[in-house]
């Protein structure tokens, strides 16, 4: 419950600010590079963040992560608030709540089997998934009237006093220690370590990569969701906060879907379903014109990507021994948000020239094409292999 609250205003920030941006700049293409500085951190360092969650207390370095992200939350709203907010502010601010996040999202994930254990691990990862966009319908949906009434300074404000609950109820879990052998080698060759093991596993490799396509050019529709809102529907904030809210209830609905999951058999042809629908609803989005439709749209592409997502986390964590868990999990991070600042600055520069209905077509055909690609080549094969018969098969 703590988190789901503090995930509200964090998604509430990310539409203000978002809208902020374009707001002040008119800029796609400043858009993109905003994307950018709030995810490069992630590619850069969550190697680091790894290292530290196999080698330090992860309990407790949730709750610093925690607590620094509340603290940027509050200095946000007071530059809006008192409107001396520029949009280098914005971009500044966004980069280092990257670099907290490059920390908190591998020692965060490796923390569940602490909560649950490895026996009920599968369906926290997707109740987790099921929190994070339960949150992503309800924040952008309550952003956009908030913008509308009382302006984006109050939405960061909102965010920063939404960490009080996930805090609370990180200093109220008591877990029990475990025994783990910290690394003993230099963080940058425990990070090669964990990705040796990844690219070694076929399955962990395989969805891995098709993650990484998703992620580099499939959910870069975000970047352009305002100005759907804005240009192509004729809308405003609120049209903003609807259709993420629709990406989000989607996504809820896969998730849920996943965790009601008893069998983990099929996961390898799961990924590559899923990722084919994203890719067929970015290119009908491409051209749509209609609230509506845009709106069905990213439902389904929500739903999908997240069953993906939650396949591939669980394909990770079923197949990775606890002494590797957080470095595995940085990997997963990085293929997964490290390369959406690369995509961000894409999406941005290629927008600028060839405009924004024609690049989400062009992103939109390249996943199709991986998709095809994996099915073609990795699939099938990963379907008869007797390693991943339970998670990979």
């Known amino acids: 419950m703590g988190q789901l609250i503090s995930l509200v205003g964090t998604w509430m920030q990310t539409t203000a600010q978002q809208w902020l941006v374009y707001k002040l700049t008119g800029s ?18 969550a190697w680091m963040g790894g290292y530290v969650g196999d080698r330090y207390n992860r309990h407790r370095g949730v709750i610093v992560t925690q607590s620094l992200s509340m603290i940027l939350a509050f200095v946000l709203a007071a ?6 907010i520029r949009e280098w502010h914005l971009i500044v601010i966004a980069f280092l ?15 569940f089997v602490h909560m649950v254990g490895k026996e009920d691990l599968p369906n926290a990862i997707a109740l987790n998934s099921s929190i994070f966009n339960g949150a992503r319908v309800v924040g952008p949906a309550i952003a956009g009237f908030a913008i509308v009434l009382l302006g984006e300074g109050w939405c960061f404000f909102l965010n920063g006093v939404s960490f009080i609950a996930v805090l609370v109820a990180l200093l109220m879990m008591r877990i029990e220690p475990t025994a783990k052998k910290p690394p003993d080698e230099s963080p940058v060759r425990s990070f090669v370590q964990g990705f040796r093991f990844a ?3 076929v399955p962990i490799r395989s969805a891995l990569m098709m993650l990484c396509m998703l992620s580099l050019f499939g959910l870069q529709y975000t970047v352009f969701l305002p100005i759907y809102a804005h240009d192509i ?6 049209t903003l906060g609807l259709l993420m809210s629709a990406a989000g209830v989607g996504a809820v ?15 390898a042809r799961w990924i590559a379903a899923t990722c084919t629908v994203c890719a067929v609803g970015l290119i009908i989005m491409s051209h749509a014109t209609m609230f509506w439709l845009c709106a069905t749209v990213l439902f389904v592409v929500g739903f999908a990507a997240t069953s993906q997502m939650a396949a591939t986390n669980t394909i990770i964590q079923e197949r990775v021994p606890d002494e590797l868990r957080s470095r595995l999990m940085a990997v997963y991070a990085t293929m997964f948000m490290g390369v959406q600042p690369i995509g961000a600055l894409l999406a941005g520069g290629v927008a600028k020239r060839i405009g924004t209905p024609n690049t989400v077509l062009l992103f939109g055909s390249l996943v199709l094409a991986g998709c095809l690609f994996f099915i073609w080549r990795v699939a099938t094969r990963v379907g008869r292999t007797p390693v991943g018969a339970a998670v990979g098969g």
Do not use: W
């Open 28 to 45: 796609v293409a400043l858009l993109g590079v905003f994307g950018f500085a709030s995810q490069v951190p992630m590619l850069l360092l």
């Open 79 to 84: 530059l809006t608030l008192t409107h001396l």
């Open 97 to 111: 709540v990257g670099i907290v996040n490059a920390f908190d999202v591998p020692i965060r994930q490796s923390f």
């Open 199 to 201: 690219m070694n596993d």
């Open 233 to 238: 529907l004729h809308g405003g904030a609120r």
């Open 253 to 267: 609905l896969g998730a849920l879907q996943f965790a009601a999951r008893t069998s983990y058999t099929g996961l």
